[in-house]
């Protein structure tokens, strides 16, 4: 019986490989058979989106992450909290401050009010005693007594004054700290700049993180593209803003349009996942190739980073498309665009499982799988 059991086992194992064998005996048979315009080149790549890091600004214990691995969030999305028992505690000193100082402006204020009366009151009696000098009533001792009294109540008066300025530089300062610690406060809550999935949760609650310390890192699935690479001689073709045309091997029967928004400006060594025409093609350039945000949009939970494909660039504007690169991803269900479109997922809820991985999408009917080409 084992025997028996071990023998199908093998036998299918055999059938699998020669019909994977097949395939691509196929696949490369179908490719020569199929040619591109000299104004269009080819180069593989894969699906590639942006990763940001989510870290903390200050050092300090995670409290709760409130993200999963795979979980979507959307922009201001709460992810994770740190613990913020000394910094309240900080603020609440700086507040306190903050109330001392504004009483010291307002002290300063009233102590200016006291001295200028005084100064006041010695400047009418010094006016007095000038008319009783000039009538020679009264003695020179006392005239200068009240010209002395008069000039010592003007310079209290200009010491309230630069008092009174100092306590409001010292509220000013004590203010700035509240904003200071205000703003640090704010700091320990990490929320989510960009709308994406989470790639990996790095941190959790309880760990202490230095300033820096990762926390989590999100796929900006808003800015999605593929990277070719392209030797020298196409590469000097290629501008910035050309058109280009993505197909997933997972899709074949379908093309994403997408744009050139970089093209590198030094060569490099062949990657080793880049498959080239020639092995003289040991230097080449990078070309990214960017996928328009709106097409992205309907398929944000279905997207996948990681897929493999061939992306096309014309070098040629006069030179049209070929009919297959100009067959769209058909309109997706109304459940998937209602659900990218609805109040934004909390960052705590799992998604929901995501169907087969496509590109973004464009209005077409399906039509039948045609033949991938390939450049002689």
Do not use: C
Request: hydrophobic share 45%; proline share 7%.
């Amino acid at each position: 019986m084992k025997s028996g059991a071990v023998q199908r086992l093998v036998q299918l194992i055999v059938l699998g490989a020669v019909a994977f064998v097949g395939w691509r005996a196929w696949q490369r048979h179908q490719r020569a058979q199929v040619q591109l315009p000299d104004g269009i080149t080819v180069g593989n790549g894969r699906i590639e989106a942006i990763q940001v890091d989510i870290a903390t600004k200050y050092a300090g214990r995670i409290g709760d992450v409130l993200a999963r691995e795979g979980s979507m969030v959307a922009p201001d999305d709460l992810l994770a909290h740190i613990d913020t028992a000394e910094m309240r505690a900080e603020l609440e000193k700086a507040n306190a401050q903050l109330a001392k100082a504004a009483e010291d402006v307002a002290r300063a204020a009233a102590d200016i009010v006291q001295k200028q009366s005084t100064a006041d009151l010695n400047e009418k009696s010094f006016a007095r005693s000038e008319t009783l000098k000039r009538n020679k009533a009264i003695a020179d001792q006392d005239f200068d007594e009240s010209r002395a009294r008069r000039d010592s109540s003007a310079a209290a008066v200009n010491v309230a004054k630069a008092t009174l300025r100092s306590a409001e530089k010292a509220e000013l300062a004590a203010a700035a700290e509240v904003s200071r610690q205000s703003a640090q406060l704010a700091e320990m809550t990490l929320k989510s700049p960009v709308r994406g999935r989470v790639l990996y949760r790095l941190a959790e609650p309880g760990m202490v993180l230095p300033a820096g310390g990762k926390v989590l890192t999100l796929l900006d699935l808003s800015d999605i593209y593929m990277e070719i690479f392209l030797p020298s001689r196409e590469a000097a073709r290629v501008r910035v803003g050309s058109e280009a045309r993505i197909v997933l091997d997972v899709a074949p029967e379908y093309a994403a349009r997408a744009t050139v928004s970089f093209v590198s400006p030094e060569a490099q060594f062949t990657p080793k996942q880049v498959e080239t025409r020639s092995e003289r093609d040991k230097l080449m350039f990078r070309v990214k190739l960017q996928l328009p945000a709106e097409l992205i949009l309907p398929y944000l939970e279905r997207i996948k980073t990681g897929l493999r494909g061939v992306g096309y660039v014309r070098l040629d504007d006069t030179v049209p498309w070929p009919d297959f690169l100009e067959r769209r991803f058909p309109t997706p269900p109304p459940a998937a665009t209602s659900a990218a479109h609805e109040a934004q997922p909390t960052p705590a809820t799992a998604p929901a499982p995501a169907a087969a991985p496509q590109a973004p999408a464009e209005d077409a009917p399906k039509p039948a799988p045609p033949a991938e080409p390939s450049r002689s």
